[in-house]
Each structure stands twice: as C-alpha cells, then as structure tokens.
C-alpha cells in the first residue's frame, strides 16, 4: 500500500499545486478559485511571517503596487468597474508576496515549473472530457465548453508548453519523454484554441531554446534550419487539414498577409489596432494619472480591454503607474541577460520572461494570477543564484531586483 510521508511542507505543495491547477484550469469558476486564493494568501502568508521571508524588494513592490492601486479608483468614472478591478490586483499582488515567501530553495521553484506544466496538462484533458466532438472537427473555437476564452485558454497552454519542452532539454531519462509527451499535448490545444498569439508565443520559445546560448555557430545553423524545417512542416500540416485550417489556418494566412502587404482584410487585427491606438491617445491625455482602474471599456466607448497589456496598465495607472508595475520583470530580464556563466535554468526562465514580454503585447494580463506566480519565481530563482555566487563573490550575495 502507497504510504505518502506528510509533512508541513507537503501541505504548502499541495496548496501551491491547488493555487496553479485552479488558475489554470478552473479559472472561470469563482466558487473554486476564490477560496483558493483566500486560503493560500493566508497559509503561505503565515510562512513568509513565521520564516522572516518579507521585506524584500520584490515584496515592498507588491505593497507599492496596492497602495498605488488606491489612485486610480478615485480618477475612475465607473467606481463598480474600479473596485472590481482593484479586488482583482489586490488577490494577484498579495499571491506574488506570499509565493516569493515560500520559494526558498530550489527544489521548490523545480516543483513550481512542475505544477505549471500540470496545470496545462489537466485543463488540456479538461477540454477533452468536456468539448463535443463536433467542436473539435469544425471551425469553433476550444473554450466555450467550460465557459472560457479562446484567447486566455490558448495563452495558458502556450506557457506550460513552453515550460514543458524547455524541461524537456534540461531534464535527463524517463522525464524528458514526459516532458516532450506534454508539449505535444499542449501545442495541440494551442492549436485548436485558434489562438495566433498563443502559437506565435510557443514558436518563439522554440526558436528561442534552439539557439540562445549557443557559441559554436555550426550548432547554431543546425539549430535555425532544424527549426525551421520543422515550423515548415507544422505549416502545412495545418494548411492541409480542414479541422486546423477552419481554426487557425486561415487566421495565419492573413496574419501573414499583413505582415509582407501592410493591409488587412483580418477583422480582428484592424480592431486590435484601433483598440490600441484609442488607448495611446487616452495616454497621452491623462500621462500622470491615467483614467482609472480598467476604465479603458468605458471611457474608450468599445466596452472591451485594450487587447495590449502595456496600454491598459498605462491607462489605468498612468505613465509613471506603468512604468512602476514592469520594473520587475524588466529588471530580472535584464539581471539575466547579463548573468554570466547562465546555467540551464537561467537560459530556461530568460525564455519565459521573454516570451512574457511579447504576450503583453497582445493580451491584457496584469490582473492574471499566475503572471506574479511566475515573477516571484524569476526573482526567488535570481535571489538564489546571485546567494550561490555570491559565496565566492560577496558583492553579489544581496543583489536582487
């Protein structure tokens, strides 16, 4: 009979798994994710307090951030849409603090990125169980059958697929058949979420992975035409299979036609580019201020987001707001690009933060949970190795953010 060894710290993975699988794939059921939260801001917050995990850089940005946060409901014309918002921001910040709390040692941002892929794989078999086949075979897209969006579920699966294959190459046996197993079931739900974004963020982490780091330039024209020929092959596969092409194909195909001829006759870009050019004129007449906690649907007239994270935390928060809340992830891009001797976990979260960078300017994604999971994740993993060299270079050892 299995005999699981229970311990504090098997309970505080278990609630961290909980947090993850909830985001990732119950997000849009409230019942489930809201006492979620609750309970783990408050387990993990009496961590970070009992273990002397507060206090840090990161951490005080969190409190900056809901006390900045304070601001825009006031300038907000819509104070119920506002306050919602700020409910919002204040359960994502307060996720981040108490999970840098928690990540102090290594194994446990190992058991995180584990969890991340996890979550991917149970909303992939959630979409199975519970999606009519027809959906499947027909131009809808995957999301409605759980009440979600196509665009977030694509994004979701889109990052676990990119933490799974970049497990894939660092891991060793068994595990890195697991790894590839998980990245080919993600991708497909990717695919099928029609999602151009989603699939833009996951070619990019490939081409990424092949040729970041490399020194040795045979290795790195192997690698360029290697992908290469495989982004050719996964082309027209979808180009040629009626399902794929309903979903996504066509999609491409004026995404491309875009890209090399300046025009469009895609629907869906030409809004995203009002959307957006909306938002930078709100910007540039409320540069200090903004015009309030997700206001960009009211005052802007669409009733939508600006389908650009940069632009709507500009709008919400206001110049000076913006450029506060990117300074982390900014900071830690940076702090790892110039990291030297990078292991392959540095190499791994440099991805991540980069293909982060790009989302942002697709989807809005700052009152998304799991984007501060994955920033205390980038800083505790920056805290622990700039300690390790900081153990033959003491001016390194309090060096963060």
């Known amino acids: 009979m299995l005999k699981i060894k229970w311990s504090s710290r098997t309970a505080y993975n278990l609630l ?34 009992s273990r002397y995990r507060t206090g840090t850089k990161y951490q005080v940005w969190c409190l900056v951030m809901i006390v900045m946060s304070f601001i825009p409901i006031v300038v907000a014309p819509n104070f119920s849409t506002a306050s919602y918002t700020f409910i919002n921001m204040l ?9 840098y709390g928690y990540l102090d040692e290594k194994s446990k941002i190992d058991f995180v990125l584990e969890m ?38 694509g994004n979701k699966a889109a990052i676990s697929a990119i933490i799974a294959v970049c497990m894939a190459k660092y891991v060793q046996g068994g595990k890195k058949i697991l790894y590839f197993a998980a990245f080919g079931i993600l991708t497909i739900i990717v695919l099928f979420s029609g999602s151009r974004k989603a699939l833009i963020a996951v070619v990019a982490g490939v081409i990424l992975l092949s040729t970041i780091g490399l020194h040795n330039k045979r290795k790195i024209i192997f690698s360029v035409v290697l992908v290469g020929a495989l982004l050719f092959v996964g082309y027209r596969f979808i180009m040629t299979n009626e399902a794929l092409y309903a979903k996504i194909g066509w999609r491409i195909e004026d995404m491309i036609d875009v890209f090399f001829h300046g025009g469009s006759e895609a629907h869906s870009i030409d809004l995203r580019k009002k959307y957006i050019f909306e938002a930078w004129q709100l910007i540039k007449q409320h540069p200090f201020l903004g015009i309030g906690l997700g206001s960009f649907q009211d ?59 790009m989302t942002y300017l697709t989807m ?38």
């Open 91 to 99: 359960q994502v910040l307060m996720i981040g603090f108490v999970t």
């Open 299 to 357: 005052v802007s007239g669409y009733k939508v987001y600006s389908h650009c994270d940069y632009t709507e935390v500009a709008c919400s928060y206001g110049i000076i707001g913006a450029i506060v809340y990117y300074l982390p992830l900014l900071s830690m891009t940076k702090k790892y690009i110039m990291l030297r001797n990078k292991s392959d976990r540095d190499y791994m979260i440099l991805i991540i933060q980069i293909v982060l960078l």
């Open 116 to 153: 991340l892929v996890c979550g991917g794989l149970i909303l992939s078999f959630r979409l199975i169980l519970v999606t009519p086949a027809n959906v499947w075979l027909s131009w809808n897209r995957l999301g409605e059958a759980i009440g979600s969006n196509s665009n977030d579920l």
């Open 364 to 401: 809005v994604m700052y009152t998304s949970a799991f984007v501060q999971v994955l920033i205390a994740l980038f800083v505790a993993h920056y805290k622990l190795r700039t300690v390790e060299k900081g153990n033959k270079d003491p001016a390194l050892a309090n060096e963060v953010m």
């Open 16 to 49: 961290i798994a909980l947090l993850i699988f909830s985001v990732w794939a119950f997000n849009e059921s409230k019942i489930i994710t809201y006492p979620v939260k609750i309970i783990y801001i408050i387990m993990m917050g009496y961590y970070a307090v």
